[in-house]
């Protein structure tokens, strides 16, 4: 069923769920939504599954005319979404109708929204996942961004009755200025003890170079005892690595699976969330925290995660 | 011969929902047998809370389930199964795949470069590439790239200085020690030196790699007209390595 046309494309938009796992053996990344939260908000706003598919929309958003009557929720950071060119509330269900066109305006915060549509979006599932894969050209539309022309399927089911909106303490705010926690290792031991200190008493600036492939950071060099390379293993989204240069690489979800610089931490999940709302000049600082303590606030996340669907008020 | 295999094996922490066991700091047989028998022993123990293994060159790296197992939980018991360790390495036996090359040219563009660099004639190249057995060490950079080894010395050659903003699918490659293949048309900076027609990933396989860590990989010099010929197979899935 054909829900929307894209009249422009934005600069980065994709179609994402949850990811796809079980592959890194196969040097295939989790890829998925870079703000998770938000994309599982999103769904529930629409009475959807968690993992249904939505657009990860980055910075300058798309123009969708819809070719139907139909319900969507825009989560995530604030691009101004627009629909028929008056501003509409983020956060809660939306409809459209047939003709109707949405657009976005300024970044007002974050980096990244979550359009879901009622259903889903109907792309082949490929190993699990509906996520694209830019750089293995799979998932998604045609295993790439969207472009203009393009048509967004759905599929035929019936409107939700009741509509829905995020408790106001529920909906995350995004600042220009993020903390980190993460857990030292695997190869912290290949950095000096100054080397550490810098790491973790520094703000540092995400630079331009950052994609869904990972964050480049700038800021006071951070310093090997000896090598800045290793023999390569395993990568997984957070995880730090300082290559020579001394400037920290936070890898992000469409990263290759092994790498060759020393990993001075990884950053832990409930953390992956913001840093998927980050943007150029934004500010990054790390703060160590013990295995036990990022245990509990992965379990508090969890917990949040999987009650919100009974947190939403009702607004019909 | 020195195996370079520790004495004693690390165990590391990575984030809040993964450690790694890390067997050596070099690439070595002995170590990434270590590591895909690790890998192959807990996937038949099937311990509780482990999601997914990725084996590497010298380290396995286990995502696990917090809320099923912990950190300290796992080593306990991968320090348990060592025993079934030994045996996995027994018995451990993999496929051999033959890759059909064509040598130089226009696809294999640094051909020239390495027997240049090595004072060698480009067929001595080939030759040399072309009659070893390589090890599949591991499968990563992009999806279905596998790292084969160990290249001869004398035509071991490093990377290039600046890469290649793009690598075309199926094109060999020699860094270091190193050689492998290039799945898909992505920037690289290894010495390319020929291009296989065969497709080594296909999301739509189940397993979607042609190749998985152990495996034995000989490489087959070709001629450009083998070289379409059997491209044309490939594309039709009529092909097999």
Known sequence: MNLFHVLKPGFFTTVQDLGRYGYLGYGVPISGAMDTFSLVAANLLVENNPNDACLEITLIGPELKALADTQIAITGGNLSPKINGETVPMWQTLTIHKGGVISFGKVENGCRSYLSIRGGINTPTILGSKSTYVRGKFGGIEGRWLKAGDVIEGFNVPPIENTYKMPENLVPRFTNDFTVHVILGPQADMFTEKGVETFLSNPYKVTIESDRMGHRLEGPTIEHKRKADIVSDALLPGAIQVPKNGKPIVIMRDAQTTGGYPKIAVATTPDLDRLGQAKPNDTVRFSEITLEDAYKRLFEYRKTLSSLVGKLIKTV | ?241
């Not at chain 2, 038949?44 to 099923?68: D, M, Q």
């Open chain 2, 1 to 241: 011969m020195k195996t370079n295999v520790y004495m004693f094996t690390r165990y590391l922490p990575f984030g809040d929902s993964a450690l790694i066991v890390e067997f050596g700091d070099t690439i070595n047989a002995a170590i990434n047998r270590k590591v895909i028998a690790l890998s192959e022993t807990i996937k038949k123990a099937s311990i509780k809370g482990v999601e997914e293994l990725v084996p590497t060159y010298r380290s396995l790296l286990i995502r696990y389930n917090p809320a099923e197992t912990t950190y300290q939980q796992l080593i306990s018991s991968i320090e348990k199964i060592e025993k079934a360790l030994e045996e996995a390495l027994l018995e451990a036996k993999k496929g051999r795949i033959v890759i059909p090359v064509v040598y130089g040219g226009v696809y294999g563009p640094d051909l020239s470069y390495v027997a240049e660099y090595h004072g060698l004639t480009e067929e001595q190249v080939v030759k040399l590439h072309s009659e070893r057995e390589y090890r599949v060490y591991m499968i990563g950079f992009v999806a279905g790239f596998p790292y084969l080894g160990d290249v001869p010395d004398e035509i071991a050659t490093p990377r290039l200085e600046t890469p290649r903003l793009k690598v075309p699918a199926g094109s060999v490659g020699i860094a270091e020690k190193q050689t492998g293949i290039y799945p898909c048309e992505t920037p690289g900076g290894w010495r390319i030196i020929g291009r296989t027609p065969i497709k080594l990933f296909d999301p739509l396989w189940q397993p979607p790699a042609l190749l998985k860590p152990g495996d034995t990989v000989k490489f087959k010099p070709i001629s450009e007209e083998e070289f379409a010929r059997i491209e044309e197979l490939a594309k039709k899935g009529a092909y097999k390595p």
